[in-house]
């Protein structure tokens, strides 16, 4: 069976220090990958999305950035946190090839930034 | 652009009570149509989906129709829980599944 897993689950970063969530995919190959945000009380806002190894579409222009080093293995980055990143990060995966069109999400990264 | 509308909310409930979430969308072409669960500090989880006109999704109690006439998929349930109490999600896929426009969420509360 798949299984999806992000770390770490809760962060507390002061304003312009870096960041990264990590995200990897078990039991499948060639996944799609996808980053959301989730501001508080507020809808999901997808940033990145990747169909293949080093293969990043960016939605949102931000000072956020994703990186996809292995196929099953994706990370968001940012060099300098701002107030505004504070929110709920989630991974989640769908199919690569027959794709269902479902999405499976991971547990999610509480970050607060100070 | 795709893109998804719901009621916001939030919606209060007495237990046993019946539960609707109006949820419309607009699409270019024949999208899925999905709606998802995320119960306090958890990730979203799919509670249902339909993938073509007059689909029913069904899950724990939950329905939605996949209406294209009306370009709705509502989500219903006949006798809610305290246990269902959490933000529902409606949302669609076009394009191989790649491309996911979801609602704003709908945060639901059910008193005992």
């Known amino acids: 069976s798949q299984t999806i897993h992000q770390w770490p689950a809760t962060l507390v970063q002061p304003v312009g220090s870096p960041l990264s969530l990590e995200c990897t995919v078990e039991?499948?190959?060639?996944?799609?990958l996808y980053w959301y945000r989730q501001a508080a009380g507020r809808g999901l806002q997808l940033l990145f999305y990747?169909?293949?190894?080093g293969q990043i579409s960016s939605e949102v222009p931000q000072n956020l950035s994703a990186s996809r080093p292995q196929d099953r293995q994706f990370i968001l980055s940012s060099k300098k946190l701002l107030l505004s990143d504070s929110g709920f990060y989630l991974c989640?995966?769908?199919w690569g090839s027959g794709n269902t069109g479902e999405l499976f999400f991971g547990e999610g990264s509480r970050l607060t930034v100070l | 652009g795709d893109s998804v509308t719901q009621m916001e909310g939030p919606v209060t409930l007495s237990e046993e009570a019946f539960l609707t979430i109006n949820c419309t969308y607009t699409a270019t072409g024949y999208p899925s149509l999905f709606w998802y669960v995320q119960y306090p500090g958890e990730g979203l989880q799919l509670l249902l989906k339909?993938?073509?006109?007059?689909d029913k999704g069904s899950n724990k109690g939950f329905e939605a129709t996949y209406r294209k006439e009306t370009t709705s998929f509502h989500l219903e349930k006949g006798s809610v829980q305290v246990s269902d109490s959490a933000v529902y999600f409606c949302?669609?896929?076009?394009?191989?599944?790649?491309?996911?426009?979801f609602g704003p969420g709908t945060r639901l509360s059910v008193l005992p």
């Open positions: 989640a995966w769908s």
């Open positions: 990747s169909v293949g190894i």
């Open positions: 949302a669609l896929s076009e394009w191989r599944g790649q491309n996911f426009v």
């Open positions: 339909a993938t073509k006109a007059d």
């Open positions: 039991g499948t190959s060639n996944p799609n």
